[in-house]
C-alpha cells in the first residue's frame, strides 16, 4: 500500500478492469487501500485479481452493453461492500474502417460498447454512488483529434466527453463529481494492432509533445488522483493524458495501412 493511502475505507465499481487501463486502475485503486468491484466481460483478468486481494476484490462478468447485466453487477457489488464512492467507466474497443465502407453492425457496436455502455455504467451506479463520491470516465485523444478511419470510436469517444459534463451537472447537487480521462496512444492488449505497426506508433510519437507513449500505470495515476479528496474541486473536466498529442495532429492511418 502507499503510504498516502488516499482511497481506504472506500470502494470502486471500475468496468473493463481485465487488462489494459482499468486493470491497472484497479491495482492502483489496491495499492491506495480501496475495495474494488472488478468488472468485465472476460472474467479473466478480474478472476486473478480476486484470488490475489479476495478480501478486498469483489471479481463479476457483466456486459456493459446489457442494463440487465449492469444492474445485476451493480447489486451484487453493493451487498459487498456497500455504496461505491468511485465509479470508473472504463470498458471500450475500437475498430477502423473507412466511412464509405465500414460496416454499418460494426460501426454500431463501437458506439454501443463505447458510449451507450458508458451511459448504461452511469444510470445503474448513480443511485448506488455515495454523496461526494467521484465519477470518471475514460473517453480518449479521439474525443477531440479526429482520425481517417476511425469515425465510429471518434464519435463515441466525443460524446462520453459531453455526457460526462451533462452527468457533472446532473449529480453535482450531491458532491458527486464527474470527470473524464482523455489518454494518448497507451500500451495495451486492446492497442497491440498499433503496435504491432512500427509506422503507427512513431507517428504518434512523433507528434506527441514527450515524443512517446503511455504506460496503463501513468493513467492510473490520474484516475487515483481525481478519485481522491485531492480533486476535490474538480468536475466536468477532460484531462488529457496524451503527451502533448492533443497538439500535433494524429498517425495517417489510411495511408500506413495501405501501404503495408
Sequence with gaps: MTSSARLTDR????????????????????????????????????????????????????????????????????RRFGPFHVVVANAGAGTYGLIRE????????????????????????????????????????????????MSAYCAAKAGVAMLTRVA????????????????????????????AVPEVVRQFEENASLGRHASPEEVASVAAFLAS??????SASFVSVDGGGNTGRYPTLPAIFSAL
Design 229 to 234: 479528496d485531492d480533486s476535490s474541486y474538480m
Design 102 to 149: 465500414h460496416d454499418t453492425a460494426d460501426w454500431k457496436r463501437i458506439i454501443d460498447l463505447c458510449l451507450v455502455g458508458v451511459f448504461i455504467t452511469l444510470k445503474t451506479t448513480a443511485d448506488h454512488t455515495a454523496d461526494g463520491g467521484s465519477v470518471i470516465t475514460i473517453s480518449s485523444l479521439n474525443a477531440i483529434q479526429p482520425s481517417a478511419g
Design 11 to 78: 470502494t470502486a465499481f471500475i468496468t473493463g478492469a481485465s487488462s489494459g487501463i482499468g486493470a491497472a486502475i484497479a491495482e492502483r485503486y489496491l495499492s491506495e487501500g480501496a475495495n474494488v468491484v472488478a468488472v468485465d466481460l472476460d472474467p479473466t483478468g478480474v478472476n486473478a485479481l480476486a484470488a490475489r486481494h479476495p478480501d478486498r476484490v469483489l471479481a463479476l462478468r457483466a456486459d456493459v452493453t446489457d442494463e440487465t447485466s449492469m444492474t445485476e453487477a451493480v447489486n451484487a457489488g453493493t
Design 168 to 195: 457533472a451537472m446532473e449529480m453535482g447537487a450531491r458532491g458527486i463529481r464527474v470527470n473524464t480521462i482523455a489518454p494518448g496512444l497507451v500500451n495495451t492488449n486492446a492497442t497491440a494492432g498499433m503496435f
